[in-house]
């Protein structure tokens, strides 16, 4: 029987041409499923992309094995389109790296990785460090070509590990556990971290920062004489400006005394010039008159009369003019 164009079993009413739609959709599929698979093969091991991110540089290798030096390999940043048949993107970052060494296990890694090294006299001390790195961004060719890495960490915790110790113990033989300890602490460090960036200069690391976590670690008895002599010295130099102290002061005392005793010299010759002079001026005639003249401010006190005051004013005049009659 046909209904619309479509021939239909007459028993059970199903299309006749049923499994041919099936079939079809099976076909589909599995060419789906093709292309996908070309798809992965094709973007997995004949052409690939990738993205790397800020901070981070790129470098493609080629697997075979062609490049020759840091010149021959490329730097990648952001979205790179490569054949994984061919080569390889190995990103490191370039930013700051920071790494402590210490026997604390809770404070880098969980294990105990403090550094040790010898001094001058032979001692070993043990030290806790911390270094801060980064790679320059242009200088990530001749850093693979050196090591051949990809993973940074096997640099960080092997390479330059070891580089920090073999510094440390280059630096050291040439202190003695006392200055090391003591107050060269900071130029020895200087000096050590000055030797390491001369090491890693050629691959491009630079050395941001190298110290000590805390105080170097020496035998109890050698920092408690360390201790001691320090502590000896600091009383040595505060006695010293205490004394100094004490003789400023004294010199000043013996200043103001010296000072005041000239001042009263001083004082004194100039009261004795005054009498002197004084006494050359005094004649027996200025006498006279100073005599009169008090005897006259007694008379006019006691009896003011005009005659005993003109006889008073001759009297004056004859004094003050010997020669005259």
């Excluded at 079939?23 to 292309?35: D, R, S």
């Excluded at 980064?134 to 050196?146: G, L, N, Q, T």
């Excluded at 691959?203 to 035998?219: C, D, E, K, N, T």
Aim: net charge positive; aromatic share 8%.
């Amino acid at each position: 029987m046909s209904l619309f164009g479509e021939v239909m079993n007459a028993g059970t009413g199903r299309n006749m041409n049923g499994p041919a739609l099936p079939m079809k959709l099976l076909k589909m599929v599995a060419a789906a499923i093709g292309l996908l698979i070309v798809a992965v093969i094709f973007f997995n091991y004949i052409a690939s992309i990738t993205r790397i991110g800020a901070g981070y540089v790129g470098v493609e290798i080629v697997l075979s094995g062609s490049q020759r030096g840091p010149s021959e390999i490329p730097i990648r940043t952001g979205w790179v389109f490569y054949s994984p048949l061919r080569s390889q993107i190995i990103e490191f970052p370039t930013f700051v790296q920071t790494v402590k060494w210490t026997h604390d296990l809770n404070e880098g890694r969980a294990a105990n990785e403090e550094m040790s090294f010898n001094s001058k006299e032979g001692m070993e001390i043990y030290s806790d460090v911390s270094l801060s790195y980064a790679i320059d961004p242009h200088r990530v060719p001749d850093f693979y070509v050196k090591y051949r890495l990809s993973d940074l960490d096997v640099f960080t915790h092997g390479i330059l590990r070891d580089v920090v110790r073999n510094s440390l113990n280059e630096v050291a033989s040439t202190y003695s556990v006392e200055q090391i300890y003591g107050e060269q602490k900071a130029e020895f460090l200087n000096k050590v971290q000055a030797l390491i960036q001369q090491k890693m200069e050629s691959v491009g690391v630079g050395i941001q920062q190298f110290g000590f976590i805390g105080a170097p670690r020496v035998p109890a008895v050698i920092a408690a004489a360390i201790t001691s002599k320090a502590q000896a010295i600091q009383d040595a130099e505060r006695a010293r400006n205490e004394l100094a102290k004490t003789q400023a002061e004294a010199a000043k005392t013996v200043a103001e005394a010296d000072g005041e005793a000239k001042a009263a010299v001083t004082r004194a010759n100039g009261e004795a010039e005054a009498n002197k002079i004084r006494q050359t001026s005094l004649t027996p005639q200025l006498l006279e008159l100073r005599k009169i003249e008090n005897q006259k401010a007694l008379i006019e006190r006691w009896n003011p009369n005009p005659k005993l005051r003109r006889v008073s004013k001759r009297s004056r005049l004859r004094l003050r003019s010997p020669g005259s009659p």
